[in-house]
T-cell receptor, first 113, second 115 residues
Protein backbone atom coordinates (compact mmCIF):
# COMPACT_ATOMS: atom_id res chain seq x y z
CA UNK A 1 0.00 0.00 0.00
CA UNK A 2 0.96 3.64 0.01
CA UNK A 3 3.47 4.76 2.57
CA UNK A 4 5.71 7.72 2.95
CA UNK A 5 8.34 7.75 5.60
CA UNK A 6 11.49 9.44 6.80
CA UNK A 7 14.76 7.71 7.44
CA UNK A 8 15.65 9.37 10.76
CA UNK A 9 13.32 10.45 13.55
CA UNK A 10 15.74 13.12 14.78
CA UNK A 11 18.52 15.29 13.38
CA UNK A 12 20.71 17.63 15.39
CA UNK A 13 22.86 20.28 13.69
CA UNK A 14 24.81 23.37 14.58
CA UNK A 15 23.64 26.80 13.48
CA UNK A 16 25.08 27.60 10.07
CA UNK A 17 25.41 23.98 8.99
CA UNK A 18 23.51 22.58 6.06
CA UNK A 19 20.77 20.08 6.95
CA UNK A 20 19.54 17.19 4.86
CA UNK A 21 16.29 15.45 5.74
CA UNK A 22 15.39 12.30 3.85
CA UNK A 23 12.18 10.57 2.93
CA UNK A 24 11.40 7.33 1.13
CA UNK A 25 8.10 6.68 -0.59
CA UNK A 26 6.67 3.46 -1.94
CA UNK A 27 3.91 4.49 -4.35
CA UNK A 28 5.35 4.77 -7.85
CA UNK A 29 2.13 6.43 -8.99
CA UNK A 30 2.65 9.44 -6.75
CA UNK A 31 2.97 12.58 -8.81
CA UNK A 32 3.36 15.34 -6.28
CA UNK A 33 5.45 15.74 -3.15
CA UNK A 34 5.46 18.41 -0.46
CA UNK A 35 7.66 19.19 2.47
CA UNK A 36 5.92 20.64 5.51
CA UNK A 37 7.38 22.17 8.66
CA UNK A 38 5.47 21.83 11.91
CA UNK A 39 6.39 23.88 14.93
CA UNK A 40 5.16 22.89 18.35
CA UNK A 41 1.43 23.49 18.76
CA UNK A 42 0.95 24.66 15.17
CA UNK A 43 -0.34 23.25 11.91
CA UNK A 44 1.88 22.01 9.10
CA UNK A 45 3.39 24.89 7.15
CA UNK A 46 4.14 24.49 3.46
CA UNK A 47 7.84 24.74 2.63
CA UNK A 48 8.34 23.54 -0.91
CA UNK A 49 6.84 21.12 -3.40
CA UNK A 50 7.97 19.18 -6.44
CA UNK A 51 6.24 17.27 -9.20
CA UNK A 52 7.37 13.93 -10.54
CA UNK A 53 8.49 15.45 -13.85
CA UNK A 54 11.25 17.31 -12.01
CA UNK A 55 14.25 16.10 -10.02
CA UNK A 56 15.21 19.32 -8.26
CA UNK A 57 13.52 22.47 -7.12
CA UNK A 58 14.99 25.37 -5.18
CA UNK A 59 13.40 27.86 -2.87
CA UNK A 60 14.77 30.35 -0.43
CA UNK A 61 17.46 28.44 1.51
CA UNK A 62 15.71 25.15 0.73
CA UNK A 63 16.14 22.62 -2.05
CA UNK A 64 14.08 19.53 -2.68
CA UNK A 65 15.56 16.61 -4.60
CA UNK A 66 13.50 13.79 -6.07
CA UNK A 67 14.98 10.50 -7.18
CA UNK A 68 12.21 8.50 -8.80
CA UNK A 69 14.47 5.54 -9.55
CA UNK A 70 14.87 4.74 -5.87
CA UNK A 71 11.71 6.56 -4.72
CA UNK A 72 13.62 8.96 -2.52
CA UNK A 73 12.94 12.56 -1.59
CA UNK A 74 15.18 14.92 0.35
CA UNK A 75 14.99 18.41 1.78
CA UNK A 76 18.17 20.43 2.04
CA UNK A 77 18.24 23.49 4.28
CA UNK A 78 21.18 25.80 3.77
CA UNK A 79 22.74 27.71 6.66
CA UNK A 80 20.36 26.22 9.20
CA UNK A 81 19.09 28.66 11.82
CA UNK A 82 17.58 28.10 15.29
CA UNK A 83 14.21 29.11 13.82
CA UNK A 84 14.39 26.07 11.57
CA UNK A 85 13.98 23.81 14.59
CA UNK A 86 10.73 21.91 14.02
CA UNK A 87 9.33 18.60 12.84
CA UNK A 88 9.58 18.12 9.08
CA UNK A 89 7.16 15.91 7.19
CA UNK A 90 7.17 14.81 3.61
CA UNK A 91 3.80 14.15 2.02
CA UNK A 92 2.66 12.82 -1.31
CA UNK A 93 -0.40 12.39 -3.44
CA UNK A 94 -1.48 11.86 -6.99
CA UNK A 95 -1.08 15.56 -7.73
CA UNK A 96 -4.72 16.48 -8.07
CA UNK A 97 -6.65 18.92 -5.95
CA UNK A 98 -9.05 17.21 -3.60
CA UNK A 99 -6.99 14.12 -3.07
CA UNK A 100 -5.55 13.00 0.23
CA UNK A 101 -2.03 13.87 1.22
CA UNK A 102 -0.25 10.89 2.71
CA UNK A 103 2.21 12.00 5.36
CA UNK A 104 5.38 10.37 6.59
CA UNK A 105 6.30 10.06 10.25
CA UNK A 106 8.39 13.19 10.57
CA UNK A 107 11.96 14.15 11.43
CA UNK A 108 12.60 16.44 14.37
CA UNK A 109 15.32 18.95 13.48
CA UNK A 110 17.13 20.53 16.41
CA UNK A 111 19.44 23.45 15.72
CA UNK A 112 21.85 24.54 18.39
CA UNK A 113 23.63 27.88 18.40
CA UNK B 1 -1.26 36.64 3.48
CA UNK B 2 -4.54 34.69 3.56
CA UNK B 3 -4.66 31.78 5.98
CA UNK B 4 -6.92 29.02 7.20
CA UNK B 5 -8.42 29.68 10.63
CA UNK B 6 -9.92 27.22 13.09
CA UNK B 7 -12.02 27.50 16.22
CA UNK B 8 -11.86 26.63 19.01
CA UNK B 9 -8.15 26.18 19.61
CA UNK B 10 -8.90 23.66 22.35
CA UNK B 11 -12.08 21.70 22.99
CA UNK B 12 -12.63 19.46 26.00
CA UNK B 13 -15.61 17.14 25.93
CA UNK B 14 -16.93 14.09 27.70
CA UNK B 15 -17.08 10.71 26.02
CA UNK B 16 -20.34 10.27 24.13
CA UNK B 17 -20.88 13.97 23.54
CA UNK B 18 -21.11 15.60 20.13
CA UNK B 19 -18.54 18.16 19.06
CA UNK B 20 -18.34 20.50 16.11
CA UNK B 21 -14.98 21.79 14.97
CA UNK B 22 -15.04 24.87 12.79
CA UNK B 23 -12.82 26.10 10.01
CA UNK B 24 -12.71 29.08 7.71
CA UNK B 25 -10.74 28.07 4.60
CA UNK B 26 -8.87 30.53 2.40
CA UNK B 27 -11.55 32.52 0.64
CA UNK B 28 -10.97 31.62 -3.01
CA UNK B 29 -10.20 27.97 -2.38
CA UNK B 30 -12.51 25.26 -3.62
CA UNK B 31 -11.26 22.10 -1.92
CA UNK B 32 -11.44 21.51 1.81
CA UNK B 33 -9.94 18.82 3.99
CA UNK B 34 -9.81 17.51 7.53
CA UNK B 35 -6.80 15.74 8.96
CA UNK B 36 -6.00 14.61 12.45
CA UNK B 37 -2.79 14.07 14.38
CA UNK B 38 -2.67 11.96 17.49
CA UNK B 39 0.01 13.26 19.88
CA UNK B 40 3.48 12.38 18.65
CA UNK B 41 2.27 10.66 15.50
CA UNK B 42 2.00 11.58 11.85
CA UNK B 43 -0.78 13.57 10.26
CA UNK B 44 -3.61 11.37 8.96
CA UNK B 45 -6.14 12.21 6.26
CA UNK B 46 -9.82 12.09 7.20
CA UNK B 47 -11.86 13.58 4.38
CA UNK B 48 -11.86 15.93 1.41
CA UNK B 49 -14.80 18.01 0.25
CA UNK B 50 -15.57 19.72 -3.03
CA UNK B 51 -18.68 21.22 -4.55
CA UNK B 52 -20.72 20.46 -1.44
CA UNK B 53 -19.95 16.80 -1.32
CA UNK B 54 -17.31 14.44 -0.01
CA UNK B 55 -14.78 13.59 -2.70
CA UNK B 56 -12.58 11.21 -0.72
CA UNK B 57 -12.52 9.78 2.78
CA UNK B 58 -10.32 7.48 4.79
CA UNK B 59 -11.17 4.45 6.91
CA UNK B 60 -10.96 6.67 9.99
CA UNK B 61 -13.89 8.75 8.73
CA UNK B 62 -16.66 6.40 9.83
CA UNK B 63 -20.36 7.05 10.45
CA UNK B 64 -19.72 9.09 13.56
CA UNK B 65 -18.03 11.78 11.48
CA UNK B 66 -19.70 14.25 9.15
CA UNK B 67 -18.68 17.43 7.35
CA UNK B 68 -20.66 20.39 6.22
CA UNK B 69 -20.23 23.72 4.52
CA UNK B 70 -23.15 25.56 6.10
CA UNK B 71 -22.46 28.86 4.37
CA UNK B 72 -20.01 30.47 1.99
CA UNK B 73 -17.16 30.67 4.44
CA UNK B 74 -17.31 27.95 7.10
CA UNK B 75 -16.40 24.27 6.90
CA UNK B 76 -17.23 22.06 9.87
CA UNK B 77 -16.35 18.62 11.18
CA UNK B 78 -18.89 16.99 13.48
CA UNK B 79 -18.12 14.01 15.66
CA UNK B 80 -21.44 12.59 16.79
CA UNK B 81 -20.49 10.54 19.83
CA UNK B 82 -16.92 11.11 20.87
CA UNK B 83 -14.66 8.33 22.06
CA UNK B 84 -11.48 8.56 24.10
CA UNK B 85 -9.45 7.64 21.01
CA UNK B 86 -10.81 10.69 19.17
CA UNK B 87 -8.49 12.84 21.28
CA UNK B 88 -6.12 14.45 18.80
CA UNK B 89 -5.25 17.65 16.96
CA UNK B 90 -7.66 18.21 14.10
CA UNK B 91 -6.40 20.24 11.18
CA UNK B 92 -8.45 21.84 8.47
CA UNK B 93 -6.80 22.50 5.12
CA UNK B 94 -7.82 24.04 1.83
CA UNK B 95 -6.48 24.13 -1.68
CA UNK B 96 -7.05 26.36 -4.62
CA UNK B 97 -7.94 26.03 -8.24
CA UNK B 98 -8.79 22.56 -9.35
CA UNK B 99 -6.94 20.08 -11.46
CA UNK B 100 -3.22 20.53 -11.41
CA UNK B 101 -2.43 21.81 -7.96
CA UNK B 102 -2.12 19.57 -4.95
CA UNK B 103 -0.82 22.20 -2.56
CA UNK B 104 -2.82 22.27 0.66
CA UNK B 105 -2.67 25.00 3.28
CA UNK B 106 -3.28 24.03 6.87
CA UNK B 107 -4.91 25.83 9.76
CA UNK B 108 -3.45 25.99 13.28
CA UNK B 109 -5.57 23.08 14.48
CA UNK B 110 -8.09 22.35 17.22
CA UNK B 111 -6.90 20.22 20.09
CA UNK B 112 -9.74 17.87 21.04
CA UNK B 113 -9.55 16.22 24.44
CA UNK B 114 -12.14 13.56 25.23
CA UNK B 115 -12.43 12.63 28.90
Amino acid sequence: GESVGLHLPTLSVQEGDNSIINCAYSNSASDYFIWYKQESGKGPQFIIDIRSNMDKRQGQRVTVLLNKTVKHLSLQIAATQPGDSAVYFCAENAGQAGTALIFGKGTTLSVSS
Amino acid sequence: EPEVTQTPSHQVTQMGQEVILRCVPISNHLYFYWYRQILGQKVEFLVSFYNNEISEKSEIFDDQFSVERPDGSNFTLKIRSTKLEDSAMYFCASSGLGGATGEQYFGPGTRLTVT
